[in-house]
């Protein structure tokens, strides 16, 4: 069992930068895929990024690649998403989830655990 707790929520301007954290809880962290996904008003929930147990390997939706950055510090149960260069299509709630299945990685059914979601809204 995991739970993920997103922390880092706000309102920025375009341009701007934020950074995300997930929390989790549970002995499975370590070897949990970790992976972030993002869903506007009205809109199905999208894959934004996700990162290998071990960190070595990352995938980005090319919506975001070369302003997101995942990283992971598994000594502390933790995730982050580092958004750069942030524009007004990227507000949204932003989920954070566990999974398994590298193959799976951009879709919702190979994560196993969701977070509660956290607010990030970008003003133009």
């Known amino acids: 069992q995991v739970q993920l707790v997103e922390s880092g929520r706000g309102l920025v301007q375009a341009g701007g930068s934020l950074r995300l954290s997930c929390a989790a809880s549970g002995r499975t962290f370590s070897s949990s895929i970790m992976g972030w996904f993002r869903q506007a008003p009205g809109k199905e929930r999208e894959f934004v990024a996700a990162?290998?147990?071990?960190?070595?390997?990352?995938y980005y939706a090319h919506s975001v690649k070369g302003r997101f950055t995942i990283s992971r510090d598994n000594a502390k149960n933790t995730v982050f998403l580092q958004m750069n260069s942030l524009k007004p299509e990227d507000t949204a709630v932003y989920y954070c989830?566990?999974?398994?299945?590298?193959?799976?990685?951009?879709?919702?059914?190979?994560?196993?655990?969701w977070g509660q979601g956290t607010q990030v809204t970008v003003s133009s």
């Open positions: 989830a566990a999974g398994h299945s590298w193959a799976a990685v951009t879709e919702k059914i190979g994560y196993n655990y």
């Open positions: 990162i290998s147990w071990g960190g070595s390997n990352t």
